[in-house]
């Protein structure tokens, strides 16, 4: 079992409709998570953190976190043809933040 | 805050040579830096981290004779590819985080560096 597994894709929706991206992980000793988008050719851009059970809402973007379900999510409301790209789920295991794993992406496209 | 700049961003270089890529933190004062590669349509995969003053950690499987970083200070770490082959051809990413830095901090990215090997 991979440490942190996401659909790879593509997801594709239409224009203003709401995206989710799923992530889970295997370890549950798992402190905290984040959300980077990539677009191509391009390094990581950090969209989100989450560390507690619950929603958190930045703007369009929602990440929710069940550690008992080991499962973290993103939801892209009013998708934009600008937020097509690969979404990368990164854990950190550790309370130094020195054991960052990424899971391998899901590319999103967003349909005008 | 938290800039992370990385250069080249693009570089060709004949197989046999080696290439110099620079990783500097522009505005804090980077401890730890992490070297990421990501082959086409792939995830990032940790190559190895470096810790200020110290010997880099390389992950499994990664040549630590082949791939040199230097991490000699606060705001420079270096990855040197030696005697670079076709299939070193990548995107190089490198992270970095602060003193101080704990579980909750993000990683910051530099802008990558396309190698290419002819």
């Known amino acids: 079992q991979k440490e942190v597994e996401q659909n790879s894709g593509p997801l594709s929706v239409p224009e203003g409709a709401i995206a989710s991206l799923n992530c889970t992980y295997s370890?549950?000793?798992?402190?905290?998570f984040f959300w980077y988008r990539q677009y191509s050719g391009k390094s990581p851009e950090l969209i989100m953190s989450?560390?507690?059970?619950g929603d958190k809402e930045d703007g369009r973007f929602t990440a929710q976190l069940n550690k008992a379900s080991q499962y973290v999510s993103l939801l892209i409301r009013d998708s934009q043809p600008s937020d097509s790209a690969t979404y990368l789920c990164a854990v950190s295991r550790d309370n130094y933040g020195q054991n960052f794993v990424f899971g391998p992406g899901t590319r999103l496209s967003v349909l005008p | 805050g938290a800039v992370v700049s990385q250069h080249p961003s693009r570089v060709i270089c004949k197989s046999g040579t080696s290439v110099k890529i620079e990783c500097r933190s522009l505005d804090f004062q980077a401890t730890t830096m992490f070297w990421y590669r990501q082959f086409p349509k792939q995830s990032l995969m940790l190559m190895a981290t470096s810790n200020e003053g110290s010997k880099a950690t390389y992950e499994q499987g990664v040549e630590k004779d082949k791939f040199l970083i230097n991490h000699a200070s606060l705001t420079l770490s270096t990855l040197t590819v030696t005697s670079a082959h076709p299939e070193d051809s990548s995107f190089y990413i490198c992270?970095?985080?602060?003193?101080?830095?704990?579980?909750?901090?993000?990683?910051?990215f530099g802008n990558g560096t396309r190698l290419t090997v002819t």
């Open positions: 989450i560390y507690s059970n």
């Open positions: 370890d549950r000793g798992s402190q905290s």
């Open positions: 992270s970095a985080r602060g003193r101080g830095s704990s579980y909750n901090s993000p990683l910051h």
